[in-house]
């Protein structure tokens, strides 16, 4: 059975659960309801569609970092170690394009309310999705390319925190495991232990695009590991990694990851929430501006 297919039936008993529960006229309404039928079922439904929490996330992302609904209307190329691959963000024709903290919350992740009014833009530039964080550059560069989106050093650090329910293609890390120096040598922040794992994972004649998660403790829970794996030497992506090697960035990852974390009043959570109202608010279309698009995929 297809999971389309799966996700339909579970919406289905869903509809019928919530007649039984509620009746047709809708009065019968009580708390054991959502305790009882609502939260089962969309729990079900995430669990067939675990990786669609993190694609969401970073569709949101490139919506709000290029200006314009790009990430769903054409392919982005990625840059690095000289070759080049054209990516699309995957789930899209899984969901409806409508985006809200549903996925973040399944994951056992904060909530927040999703400003509105925002209007879609005209135009698809390959040469501004070149604009996008690429995993090869300095964490300075990532700094600067925030900046220019108004968003400052714990923004940055905030949001990246999203790779704690991300994956990515062996691609845009295998280069870190066997030809990192001229030597042929790996990586050395990479943990020896957890070198050996994401060798297996991705051989060295294996399948670029198979997905790795970004968090190994915890990939479909939205949590502070992803921080803890940076700590410890196991960020997958070069970027994440050098995140601990930046005296700034470190700082932060510390505050969250301390047992002091709500004392200091520095939280993932609660500051995951203001950081990503923040980037929704980038050069915002209102208005004539841009358009209010029909279907997603393309431009009215």
């Not at 040469?127 to 550059?137: H, T, V």
């Not at 400052?152 to 062996?170: M, S, V």
């Not at 957890?194 to 949590?223: H, I, M, N």
């Not at 960035?249 to 004392?263: A, F």
Request: hydrophobic share 35%; aromatic share 8%; with cysteine.
């Amino acid at each position: 059975m297809t999971t389309r297919l799966k996700v339909a039936k579970k919406i289905l008993r869903y509809i019928k659960d919530l007649i039984s529960v509620l009746g047709r006229d809708g009065r019968r309404t009580n708390l054991d309801f959502y305790k009882a039928v609502a939260k089962s079922n969309l729990e079900e439904m995430h669990a067939l569609l675990k990786g669609i929490a993190g694609a969401e996330l970073k569709l949101h992302f490139f919506d709000q970092m290029i200006g314009l609904i790009k990430a769903r209307v054409a392919p982005y190329p990625i840059y690095g170690k000289g070759r080049k691959k054209s990516m699309q963000v995957t789930g899209f024709q899984k969901k409806p394009s409508t985006l809200s903290p549903f996925s973040t919350i399944l994951s056992k992740g904060p909530s927040w309310s999703v400003p509105t009014g925002r209007r879609d833009g005209r135009v698809s530039s390959k040469s501004e999705a070149q604009n996008l964080p690429s995993p090869l550059e300095s964490i300075a560069v990532h700094k600067k390319k925030f900046a220019e989106k108004g968003l400052d050093e714990q923004d940055l650090l905030t949001l990246l925190g999203a790779h704690t329910i991300g994956q990515t293609d062996c691609l845009f890390f295998r280069y870190r495991l066997r030809n990192f120096t001229t030597t042929g040598n790996s990586d050395p922040t990479i943990n020896p232990s957890f070198l050996t794992e994401l060798k297996a994972l991705c051989p060295k004649d294996g399948d670029a695009t198979k997905r790795v998660a970004l968090d190994k403790d915890s990939q479909f829970k939205f949590d502070l590991s992803f921080f803890n794996n940076i700590k410890d030497g196991n960020g997958v992506l070069e970027s994440d990694q050098r995140l601990w090697n930046d005296d700034s960035t470190r700082s932060i990852i510390q505050k969250y990851i301390s047992p002091l974390k709500g004392l200091l009043g520095l939280r993932f959570e609660y500051n995951f929430r203001k950081s990503m109202i923040k980037m929704s608010s980038i050069e915002v279309k209102t208005g004539m501006q841009g358009e209010i698009r029909r279907k997603c995929s393309r431009f009215n």
